[in-house]
C-alpha cells in the first residue's frame, strides 16, 4: 500500500512538473508585467531622451525594449561611488544592455549582480592609464560621466556603455558560461571567420573605422566593433561591408534596417 502511494506521489510529480513550472513561470511574468505598467510611462520618458535608437523602434518593439529594461534592471544591485544617485542612472545603464541584446533570446546577463557607477576616469590594479569603465568576475563598472557623453554623442564611435555590456556579453557567453545564448555562440564563430583577419591586419598597422584600440586584443576588437555598429552603422557597412554584416547576423539586428523602417513610417 505505502509503495502504491510512492509511487502514485512520485508519478504526480513527474507528470505535474512541467505545467505547474510553465503555470508559475507565467503567473510571475503576468505578475511583473503589471509592476512594469506602473512604471512604464516613466521608462519611456527616460529612454526616448536619450535613445535615438530607441525611438526609431515601432511602438511594440518599443514596449518590448522597456519591458526587458524593467527585468534588467530588477535583478541588479547599483553602487553609487562617489556620485549622486538619480532614478534615471540605473534605467539608462539597463537600457543600453538591452539595445544590444533586442535581437537576443537571453538578456538579463544574471551572473552579473553588481553594477558600479563612478563619477569619472578612475584607476584600476596595476594599470597607470585611467579606466572608462571595465568588466570582471566582481561586477560592470561604468564612469557616469563618460557614459553620459557616449549617450548623447558628444565622442565619435565612442560609447563607454555599449563597449563594456560588449564586454560583459562575451564574458557570460565564453568565461562563466552561465547565459549561453545558442544563437550567439553558435554565430560567434561565423562572426570570427570575417573579423578575425580584420583585426590581425589591425594589429600589423592598417588603418580601419575601428581605430588602433582595436587592435590591443580581440576582446577590446570586439567591444569596439559593438561600439561602431551602433553609433555609425553607415560608416562601417561602408567600410567593413563583411563585418558589419556578420555583427548583424550575430546580435539578429541591423540598425540601419530599425533607420529605415522609421523613415517610411514617418
Ligand atoms: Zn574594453
Redesign the pocket.
Known amino acids: 500500500m505505502e509503495i502504491l502511494v510512492i509511487f502514485t506521489v512520485v508519478m504526480a510529480i513527474i507528470i505535474l512538473h512541467e505545467p505547474v513550472a510553465q503555470w508559475i513561470g507565467k503567473f510571475n511574468e503576468r505578475r511583473l508585467h503589471k509592476q512594469f505598467l506602473a512604471q512604464e510611462t516613466f521608462y519611456h520618458a527616460v529612454v526616448s531622451r536619450y535613445f535615438k535608437y530607441y525611438n526609431r523602434l515601432s511602438l511594440q518593439e518599443q514596449r518590448r525594449f522597456l519591458f526587458r529594461v524593467f527585468l534588467f534592471r530588477r535583478i541588479k544591485r547599483f553602487h553609487y561611488i562617489e556620485v549622486a544617485e538619480t532614478p534615471e542612472m540605473p534605467i539608462l545603464v539597463s537600457a543600453v544592455s538591452v539595445q544590444l541584446t533586442l535581437g537576443l533570446e537571453k538578456f538579463q546577463m544574471n551572473y552579473f549582480r553588481d553594477i558600479y557607477l563612478l563619477q569619472d576616469d578612475y584607476h584600476y590594479g596595476f594599470y597607470s592609464r585611467p579606466f572608462q569603465g571595465h568588466v570582471d568576475h566582481s561586477g560592470i563598472y561604468l564612469s557616469w560621466d563618460n557614459f553620459l557623453k557616449g549617450l548623447k554623442g558628444i565622442t565619435p564611435n565612442c560609447n563607454v556603455g555599449l563597449?563594456e555590456m560588449g564586454?560583459a556579453l562575451a564574458y557570460v557567453n565564453f568565461i562563466t558560461q552561465t547565459e549561453e545564448d545558442k544563437h550567439f555562440k553558435k554565430e560567434f564563430k561565423n562572426f570570427s571567420k570575417v573579423a578575425r583577419p580584420i583585426f590581425n591586419a589591425i594589429q600589423e598597422g592598417t588603418k580601419t573605422i575601428l581605430g588602433d584600440y582595436a587592435g590591443v586584443n580581440y576582446?577590446?576588437f570586439w567591444?569596439v566593433s559593438v561600439e561602431v555598429f551602433f553609433e555609425n552603422p553607415i560608416r562601417l557597412k561602408h567600410e567593413l561591408p563583411e563585418l558589419y554584416h556578420a555583427m548583424a547576423r550575430l546580435l539578429k539586428q541591423d540598425p540601419l534596417e530599425v533607420f529605415l523602417h522609421a523613415k517610411m513610417a514617418a
Open positions: 563597449h564586454h576582446h577590446e567591444a
